[in-house]
């Protein structure tokens, strides 16, 4: 089994900064590409940013947050990170991780995991 977990969020002041973890773990063979997506209230699930994990590892992010954040991995680790700054409050949202990963058993399945999500909340 292959589980993605986030770590990281809570309660920020407007302007201020926080920074997003999800760890991968399980029989996994290759993580091609992982991702952070949010949730608000009454909205869509939105893609903020991702990377591909690869050598050179390229990224993409949403409009909205380009310039602010930061994606960023770690392969070694099977880590993904999501450094937030000057946060504003469209922000908050439920983030969850989302990866491509190809896990080992029987036979071996690629197919998309996603995390549990993890809560930010940008309010003075």
């Known amino acids: 089994q292959v589980q993605l977990v986030e770590s990281g969020g809570g309660l920020v002041q407007p302007g201020g900064s926080l920074r997003l973890s999800c760890a991968a773990s399980g029989n996994i063979f290759r993580i091609y590409t992982m991702g952070w997506y949010r949730q608000a209230p009454g909205k869509q699930r939105e893609l903020v940013a991702a990377v591909t994990i690869s050598s050179g590892g390229s990224t993409n992010y949403a409009d909205s947050v380009k310039g602010r954040f930061t994606i960023s991995r770690d392969n070694a680790k099977n880590t993904m990170y999501l450094q937030m700054n000057i946060l504003k409050p469209e922000d908050a949202a439920v983030y969850y991780c989302?990866?491509?990963?190809?896990?080992?058993?029987?036979?071996?399945?690629?197919?998309?995991?996603w995390g549990q999500g993890t809560q930010v909340t940008v309010s003075s």
């Open positions: 989302n990866a491509q990963i190809a896990a080992m058993g029987t036979v071996l399945v690629t197919r998309t995991y």
